[in-house]
Protein backbone atom coordinates (compact mmCIF):
# COMPACT_ATOMS: atom_id res chain seq x y z
CA UNK A 1 0.00 0.00 0.00
CA UNK A 2 1.10 3.26 -1.25
CA UNK A 3 2.19 6.00 1.98
CA UNK A 4 -0.39 8.59 2.24
CA UNK A 5 2.21 11.45 0.84
CA UNK A 6 3.07 9.17 -2.39
CA UNK A 7 -0.91 8.68 -2.78
CA UNK A 8 -1.26 12.73 -2.49
CA UNK A 9 1.87 13.06 -4.90
CA UNK A 10 0.52 10.57 -7.28
CA UNK A 11 -2.95 11.81 -7.59
CA UNK A 12 -1.37 15.75 -7.64
CA UNK A 13 -0.03 14.30 -10.85
CA UNK A 14 -2.82 13.09 -12.53
CA UNK A 15 -5.01 16.56 -11.47
CA UNK A 16 -3.21 19.62 -14.02
CA UNK A 17 -3.56 22.73 -11.78
CA UNK A 18 -6.88 24.52 -12.70
CA UNK A 19 -6.51 26.79 -15.73
CA UNK A 20 -7.50 30.40 -15.35
CA UNK A 21 -9.28 30.65 -18.72
CA UNK A 22 -12.42 29.56 -20.48
CA UNK A 23 -14.12 30.72 -23.90
CA UNK A 24 -17.75 30.32 -23.80
CA UNK A 25 -20.54 31.68 -26.78
CA UNK A 26 -23.39 33.22 -25.84
CA UNK A 27 -25.39 34.02 -29.13
CA UNK A 28 -23.09 35.55 -31.89
CA UNK A 29 -20.50 36.58 -29.35
CA UNK A 30 -17.56 35.09 -27.64
CA UNK A 31 -17.22 35.30 -23.97
CA UNK A 32 -13.55 34.84 -21.51
CA UNK A 33 -14.48 34.21 -17.91
CA UNK A 34 -18.21 34.71 -18.23
CA UNK A 35 -17.55 38.67 -19.88
CA UNK A 36 -17.83 39.14 -23.31
CA UNK A 37 -14.40 40.25 -25.22
CA UNK A 38 -13.56 43.82 -25.56
CA UNK A 39 -16.41 44.17 -23.26
CA UNK A 40 -18.11 47.47 -24.01
CA UNK A 41 -16.06 48.55 -26.86
CA UNK A 42 -17.37 50.20 -29.92
CA UNK A 43 -15.19 51.28 -32.76
CA UNK A 44 -16.67 53.52 -35.47
CA UNK A 45 -19.85 52.80 -34.68
CA UNK A 46 -19.37 49.13 -35.05
CA UNK A 47 -19.80 46.72 -31.91
CA UNK A 48 -16.39 45.31 -30.85
CA UNK A 49 -17.61 43.32 -27.72
CA UNK A 50 -17.67 39.20 -28.63
CA UNK A 51 -15.28 39.46 -31.09
CA UNK A 52 -12.06 37.54 -31.61
CA UNK A 53 -8.97 39.60 -32.93
CA UNK A 54 -6.97 36.78 -34.40
CA UNK A 55 -3.73 36.17 -36.56
CA UNK A 56 -2.88 32.38 -38.14
CA UNK A 57 0.54 31.39 -35.86
CA UNK A 58 -0.01 27.55 -36.52
CA UNK A 59 3.84 26.53 -36.95
CA UNK A 60 4.04 27.03 -33.15
CA UNK A 61 5.06 23.50 -32.88
CA UNK A 62 6.42 22.73 -35.89
CA UNK A 63 8.84 20.07 -36.81
CA UNK A 64 10.05 18.46 -40.08
CA UNK A 65 10.34 14.86 -38.85
CA UNK A 66 11.81 14.22 -43.12
CA UNK A 67 15.82 14.24 -42.43
CA UNK A 68 15.82 15.09 -46.27
CA UNK A 69 13.54 18.27 -46.05
CA UNK A 70 14.65 19.58 -42.56
CA UNK A 71 17.65 21.02 -43.62
CA UNK A 72 15.38 23.70 -45.81
CA UNK A 73 13.92 25.64 -42.26
CA UNK A 74 16.75 26.29 -40.98
CA UNK A 75 17.82 29.57 -39.36
CA UNK A 76 19.86 32.07 -41.01
CA UNK A 77 21.92 32.81 -37.87
CA UNK A 78 22.72 29.00 -37.27
CA UNK A 79 21.42 26.90 -40.46
CA UNK A 80 19.77 24.37 -38.84
CA UNK A 81 16.28 23.75 -37.93
CA UNK A 82 14.72 23.82 -33.94
CA UNK A 83 11.76 22.85 -33.22
CA UNK A 84 12.14 23.91 -29.19
CA UNK A 85 13.69 27.40 -30.41
CA UNK A 86 10.51 27.40 -32.26
CA UNK A 87 8.39 27.02 -29.30
CA UNK A 88 10.40 29.71 -26.73
CA UNK A 89 10.57 32.18 -29.62
CA UNK A 90 6.62 31.68 -30.00
CA UNK A 91 5.87 32.16 -26.37
CA UNK A 92 8.18 34.98 -25.47
CA UNK A 93 6.18 36.92 -28.31
CA UNK A 94 3.18 36.36 -26.93
CA UNK A 95 2.99 38.91 -24.22
CA UNK A 96 3.65 41.71 -27.61
CA UNK A 97 0.68 40.60 -29.52
CA UNK A 98 -1.76 40.69 -26.37
CA UNK A 99 -0.26 43.98 -25.32
CA UNK A 100 -1.76 45.50 -28.84
CA UNK A 101 -5.27 43.72 -28.29
CA UNK A 102 -5.25 40.65 -30.09
CA UNK A 103 -6.75 38.03 -27.78
CA UNK A 104 -7.00 34.70 -30.48
CA UNK A 105 -4.77 33.14 -32.58
CA UNK A 106 -4.96 29.53 -34.45
CA UNK A 107 -2.84 26.69 -34.35
CA UNK A 108 -2.93 23.12 -35.83
CA UNK A 109 -1.77 19.97 -34.96
CA UNK A 110 -0.16 19.89 -38.34
CA UNK A 111 1.29 22.90 -39.37
CA UNK A 112 0.22 24.44 -42.02
CA UNK A 113 2.46 25.01 -45.33
CA UNK A 114 5.64 26.40 -44.18
CA UNK A 115 6.45 27.79 -47.53
CA UNK A 116 3.24 29.84 -47.38
CA UNK A 117 0.93 27.38 -50.00
CA UNK A 118 1.36 24.15 -50.75
CA UNK A 119 2.98 21.00 -49.28
CA UNK A 120 5.54 18.75 -50.04
CA UNK A 121 7.54 15.94 -48.71
CA UNK A 122 8.49 17.32 -45.35
CA UNK A 123 6.23 15.37 -42.69
CA UNK A 124 4.85 18.31 -39.76
CA UNK A 125 2.39 16.00 -37.79
CA UNK A 126 1.70 15.42 -34.11
CA UNK A 127 0.26 11.94 -34.79
CA UNK A 128 1.63 8.92 -35.47
CA UNK A 129 0.35 7.00 -38.59
CA UNK A 130 -2.04 5.08 -36.29
CA UNK A 131 -3.20 8.36 -34.60
CA UNK A 132 -1.46 8.00 -31.16
CA UNK A 133 -0.24 11.68 -30.10
CA UNK A 134 3.50 12.35 -30.43
CA UNK A 135 5.04 13.34 -27.37
CA UNK A 136 7.49 16.35 -28.20
CA UNK A 137 4.65 17.90 -30.31
CA UNK A 138 1.82 17.69 -26.90
CA UNK A 139 5.04 19.25 -24.94
CA UNK A 140 5.34 21.86 -27.05
CA UNK A 141 1.84 22.68 -27.50
CA UNK A 142 1.52 22.22 -23.41
CA UNK A 143 3.91 25.62 -22.90
CA UNK A 144 1.81 27.77 -25.41
CA UNK A 145 -1.41 26.79 -24.22
CA UNK A 146 0.09 27.52 -20.90
CA UNK A 147 0.93 31.01 -21.75
CA UNK A 148 -2.21 31.63 -23.58
CA UNK A 149 -4.21 30.53 -20.13
CA UNK A 150 -2.07 33.14 -18.36
CA UNK A 151 -2.38 35.92 -20.64
CA UNK A 152 -6.23 35.10 -21.08
CA UNK A 153 -6.20 34.56 -25.10
CA UNK A 154 -8.53 31.88 -27.07
CA UNK A 155 -6.74 28.92 -28.95
CA UNK A 156 -8.49 27.98 -32.02
CA UNK A 157 -6.92 24.37 -32.53
CA UNK A 158 -6.97 22.87 -35.62
CA UNK A 159 -6.71 19.27 -36.02
CA UNK A 160 -5.70 18.20 -39.31
CA UNK A 161 -3.89 20.07 -42.43
CA UNK A 162 -4.08 18.67 -46.12
CA UNK A 163 -0.63 17.05 -47.54
CA UNK A 164 -0.10 16.15 -43.72
CA UNK A 165 -3.35 14.20 -43.57
CA UNK A 166 -1.63 11.39 -45.69
CA UNK A 167 0.41 10.27 -42.94
CA UNK A 168 -2.48 8.83 -40.98
CA UNK A 169 -3.13 5.06 -42.25
CA UNK A 170 -6.90 5.16 -42.36
CA UNK A 171 -10.11 6.27 -41.28
CA UNK A 172 -9.28 4.77 -38.05
CA UNK A 173 -6.22 6.16 -37.40
CA UNK A 174 -8.48 9.97 -38.39
CA UNK A 175 -10.83 9.63 -35.29
CA UNK A 176 -7.99 8.25 -33.46
CA UNK A 177 -6.24 11.12 -33.21
CA UNK A 178 -9.43 13.38 -33.13
CA UNK A 179 -9.89 11.73 -30.08
CA UNK A 180 -6.34 11.49 -28.86
CA UNK A 181 -5.73 15.29 -29.39
CA UNK A 182 -9.78 15.93 -27.80
CA UNK A 183 -8.70 14.05 -24.60
CA UNK A 184 -5.48 15.43 -24.57
CA UNK A 185 -6.95 18.91 -24.26
CA UNK A 186 -10.01 17.76 -22.00
CA UNK A 187 -7.23 16.17 -19.56
CA UNK A 188 -5.01 18.82 -19.28
CA UNK A 189 -7.62 21.06 -17.87
CA UNK A 190 -7.70 23.76 -20.93
CA UNK A 191 -11.07 25.85 -21.66
CA UNK A 192 -9.52 28.07 -23.53
CA UNK A 193 -9.26 26.00 -26.67
CA UNK A 194 -11.70 26.32 -29.75
CA UNK A 195 -11.68 22.97 -32.32
CA UNK A 196 -11.31 23.45 -35.82
CA UNK A 197 -11.04 20.24 -36.66
CA UNK A 198 -9.23 20.41 -40.53
CA UNK A 199 -8.04 23.75 -42.65
CA UNK A 200 -9.93 23.96 -45.27
CA UNK A 201 -11.90 20.34 -45.57
CA UNK A 202 -13.08 20.84 -49.48
CA UNK A 203 -9.32 21.22 -50.53
CA UNK A 204 -9.11 18.13 -52.81
CA UNK A 205 -5.56 17.45 -51.48
CA UNK A 206 -7.57 15.92 -48.67
CA UNK A 207 -7.03 11.50 -48.73
CA UNK A 208 -9.66 10.72 -46.57
CA UNK A 209 -13.35 11.15 -47.12
CA UNK A 210 -14.23 11.30 -43.33
CA UNK A 211 -12.36 14.91 -43.80
CA UNK A 212 -14.13 16.27 -46.85
CA UNK A 213 -17.13 18.43 -47.21
CA UNK A 214 -19.77 15.29 -47.36
CA UNK A 215 -19.01 13.96 -44.03
CA UNK A 216 -16.60 16.02 -41.63
CA UNK A 217 -19.69 16.98 -39.58
CA UNK A 218 -19.50 13.13 -38.60
CA UNK A 219 -15.93 14.40 -37.13
CA UNK A 220 -17.89 17.57 -35.16
CA UNK A 221 -20.53 15.51 -34.03
CA UNK A 222 -17.62 13.58 -32.42
CA UNK A 223 -15.60 16.14 -30.99
CA UNK A 224 -18.67 17.51 -29.29
CA UNK A 225 -20.02 14.18 -28.11
CA UNK A 226 -16.65 14.26 -25.84
CA UNK A 227 -16.65 15.10 -22.57
CA UNK A 228 -15.08 15.57 -19.10
CA UNK A 229 -16.80 16.44 -15.60
CA UNK A 230 -19.22 17.42 -18.10
CA UNK A 231 -17.47 19.93 -20.18
CA UNK A 232 -16.70 19.77 -23.80
CA UNK A 233 -14.88 21.88 -26.04
CA UNK A 234 -16.59 24.10 -28.66
CA UNK A 235 -16.21 22.86 -32.58
CA UNK A 236 -16.08 24.11 -36.13
CA UNK A 237 -14.31 23.22 -39.13
CA UNK A 238 -13.13 25.92 -41.89
CA UNK A 239 -13.31 25.99 -45.93
CA UNK A 240 -11.23 27.19 -48.31
CA UNK A 241 -10.73 31.19 -49.29
CA UNK A 242 -14.41 33.00 -50.48
CA UNK A 243 -16.35 29.68 -49.61
CA UNK A 244 -19.52 29.64 -47.39
CA UNK A 245 -19.81 26.66 -45.28
CA UNK A 246 -22.28 23.82 -46.67
CA UNK A 247 -25.61 23.38 -44.72
CA UNK A 248 -24.62 19.84 -42.14
CA UNK A 249 -21.56 21.65 -40.75
CA UNK A 250 -23.41 25.05 -39.99
CA UNK A 251 -26.12 22.71 -38.39
CA UNK A 252 -24.03 20.72 -36.57
CA UNK A 253 -20.58 23.28 -35.70
CA UNK A 254 -20.71 25.79 -32.46
CA UNK A 255 -19.48 28.27 -34.85
CA UNK A 256 -18.83 29.20 -38.03
CA UNK A 257 -14.92 29.32 -39.64
CA UNK A 258 -14.57 31.41 -43.03
CA UNK A 259 -11.35 32.20 -44.79
CA UNK A 260 -10.40 35.28 -46.86
CA UNK A 261 -8.25 33.99 -49.37
CA UNK A 262 -9.40 34.99 -53.04
CA UNK A 263 -11.84 37.89 -51.17
CA UNK A 264 -10.17 40.75 -53.54
CA UNK A 265 -12.30 43.46 -52.81
CA UNK A 266 -14.47 44.67 -50.10
CA UNK A 267 -17.43 43.98 -51.50
CA UNK A 268 -16.37 40.64 -51.74
CA UNK A 269 -15.93 39.90 -47.99
CA UNK A 270 -19.76 41.32 -47.61
CA UNK A 271 -21.38 39.12 -49.66
CA UNK A 272 -18.95 36.32 -48.03
CA UNK A 273 -20.46 37.34 -45.00
CA UNK A 274 -23.92 38.02 -46.09
CA UNK A 275 -24.00 34.57 -48.07
CA UNK A 276 -22.58 32.45 -44.62
CA UNK A 277 -25.61 34.06 -42.70
CA UNK A 278 -27.75 32.44 -45.31
CA UNK A 279 -26.36 28.90 -45.81
CA UNK A 280 -29.14 26.61 -44.13
CA UNK A 281 -29.01 26.03 -40.42
CA UNK A 282 -27.62 29.00 -39.91
CA UNK A 283 -28.07 30.52 -36.33
CA UNK A 284 -27.19 32.72 -34.38
CA UNK A 285 -23.63 32.46 -33.83
CA UNK A 286 -20.27 33.50 -34.00
CA UNK A 287 -18.47 34.11 -37.49
CA UNK A 288 -14.54 33.63 -37.43
CA UNK A 289 -12.65 34.53 -40.37
CA UNK A 290 -9.19 32.68 -39.28
CA UNK A 291 -7.48 33.13 -42.56
CA UNK A 292 -7.16 36.13 -44.80
CA UNK A 293 -4.30 37.31 -47.13
CA UNK A 294 -5.60 40.04 -48.06
CA UNK A 295 -4.52 43.31 -45.83
CA UNK A 296 -4.57 47.01 -47.29
CA UNK A 297 -4.21 47.87 -43.14
CA UNK A 298 -3.73 51.79 -44.28
CA UNK A 299 -6.82 52.37 -46.30
CA UNK A 300 -9.94 53.18 -44.68
CA UNK A 301 -12.09 50.10 -45.49
CA UNK A 302 -10.36 46.85 -45.94
CA UNK A 303 -11.12 43.02 -45.06
CA UNK A 304 -10.44 43.61 -41.83
CA UNK A 305 -12.59 46.58 -41.35
CA UNK A 306 -15.30 45.24 -43.23
CA UNK A 307 -15.88 42.07 -40.93
CA UNK A 308 -16.13 44.33 -38.31
CA UNK A 309 -18.99 46.73 -39.62
CA UNK A 310 -20.42 42.70 -40.20
CA UNK A 311 -19.91 41.57 -36.56
CA UNK A 312 -17.01 38.98 -37.80
CA UNK A 313 -14.16 38.17 -36.31
CA UNK A 314 -10.79 38.48 -38.41
CA UNK A 315 -7.63 36.59 -38.31
CA UNK A 316 -4.18 37.79 -40.11
CA UNK A 317 -2.57 35.06 -42.39
CA UNK A 318 0.64 36.64 -43.31
CA UNK A 319 3.80 34.27 -45.14
CA UNK A 320 7.14 35.08 -46.52
CA UNK A 321 6.57 35.80 -50.26
CA UNK A 322 9.77 35.11 -52.54
CA UNK A 323 12.62 37.03 -52.09
CA UNK A 324 11.19 38.68 -48.76
CA UNK A 325 13.69 38.72 -45.59
CA UNK A 326 13.24 36.21 -42.55
CA UNK A 327 11.27 39.31 -40.55
CA UNK A 328 8.03 38.69 -43.24
CA UNK A 329 5.39 36.14 -42.46
CA UNK A 330 3.96 34.02 -39.82
CA UNK A 331 3.52 30.56 -41.74
CA UNK A 332 6.60 30.56 -43.06
CA UNK A 333 9.36 28.52 -41.11
CA UNK A 334 11.55 29.54 -39.78
CA UNK A 335 9.96 32.33 -37.97
CA UNK A 336 10.36 35.21 -36.22
CA UNK A 337 7.43 35.65 -34.32
CA UNK A 338 8.21 39.03 -33.39
CA UNK A 339 6.11 42.48 -34.77
CA UNK A 340 9.00 43.52 -36.92
CA UNK A 341 8.44 44.21 -40.30
CA UNK A 342 5.80 46.77 -42.26
CA UNK A 343 3.29 44.43 -42.47
CA UNK A 344 3.00 42.66 -39.20
CA UNK A 345 3.28 46.38 -37.71
CA UNK A 346 0.58 47.31 -40.32
CA UNK A 347 -1.74 44.68 -38.57
CA UNK A 348 -1.37 44.82 -35.28
CA UNK A 349 -1.72 48.59 -35.15
CA UNK A 350 -5.26 48.38 -36.64
CA UNK A 351 -5.80 45.55 -34.00
CA UNK A 352 -4.59 48.35 -31.31
CA UNK A 353 -6.79 51.06 -33.34
CA UNK A 354 -10.07 48.77 -33.20
CA UNK A 355 -9.68 47.08 -29.59
CA UNK A 356 -8.43 50.07 -27.87
CA UNK A 357 -5.81 47.41 -26.75
CA UNK A 358 -8.41 45.76 -24.73
CA UNK A 359 -8.88 42.28 -24.32
Request: glycine fraction near 8%; hydrophobic fraction near 35%.
Amino acid sequence: MLPLLSLSLLLFAFHPAPKKTVVTIEGESFYVNGKPTYEGRTWKGNKIEGLLMNSRMVQGIFDDLNPETRELFGYPDTGEWDPDRNTAEFVAAMDEWKSYGMNSFTMNLQGGSPTGYGNKEWLNSAFYPDGRLRQPFMDRLKLILDKADDLEMVVILGIFYFGQDQNLDDEQAVINAVKNSVNWVLEEGYENVLIEVNNECDVNAYDHEILKPARVHELIELVKSMEQNGRRLLVSTSYKGNTPPKPNVVKSADFILIHGNGVRTTEMMEKLIENTRKVEGFRPMPVVVNEDDHYDFDKERNNFTVAVENYVSWGFFDYRRNGEPFEEGYQSVPVDWGINSERKQGFFDLVKEITGGTY
